[in-house]
């Protein structure tokens, strides 16, 4: 079983930045990937950013060019760095973890409990 805790949520004016961490119980190195995604209220959760076992990125586009994942693998942690925060970009985020489990490498998913991004206009 992986546990994923997310931190470095908060209340920041628009233009502010905020970086939020997601540590993980087992090693991150392993998992086959990785990634944010947030709900807002009355909406669908989405993906953010996702990062692979092997470093390659991904954004939605309404971040691209002020979010930045990354993660560390000595310190079984993630990372999304927001810049240029927005009104629109408050919501519930969430870590994510793919793992693959088993002979047949079933692909598994794990979820943090959230962390609240709230920025004020």
């Known amino acids: 079983q992986v546990q994923l805790v997310e931190s470095g949520g908060g209340l920041v004016q628009a233009g502010g930045s905020l970086r939020l961490s997601c540590a993980a119980s087992?090693?991150?190195?392993?998992?086959?990937?990785m990634g944010w995604y947030r709900q807002a209220p009355g909406k669908q959760r989405e993906l953010v950013a996702a990062?692979?076992?092997?470093?390659?990125?991904d954004y939605a586009d309404s971040v691209k060019g002020r979010f930045t994942i990354s993660r560390d693998n000595a310190k079984n942690t993630m990372y999304l760095q927001m810049n240029s925060l927005k009104s629109e970009d408050t919501a519930v985020y969430y870590c994510?973890?793919?793992?693959?489990?088993?002979?047949?490498?079933?692909?598994?998913?794990?979820w943090g409990q959230g962390t609240q991004v709230t920025v004020s206009s």
């Open positions: 994510n973890a793919k793992i693959e489990l088993g002979l047949r490498l079933d692909e598994y998913d794990f």
């Open positions: 087992g090693s991150i190195f392993s998992f086959k990937a």
């Open positions: 990062i692979t076992r092997g470093g390659s990125t």
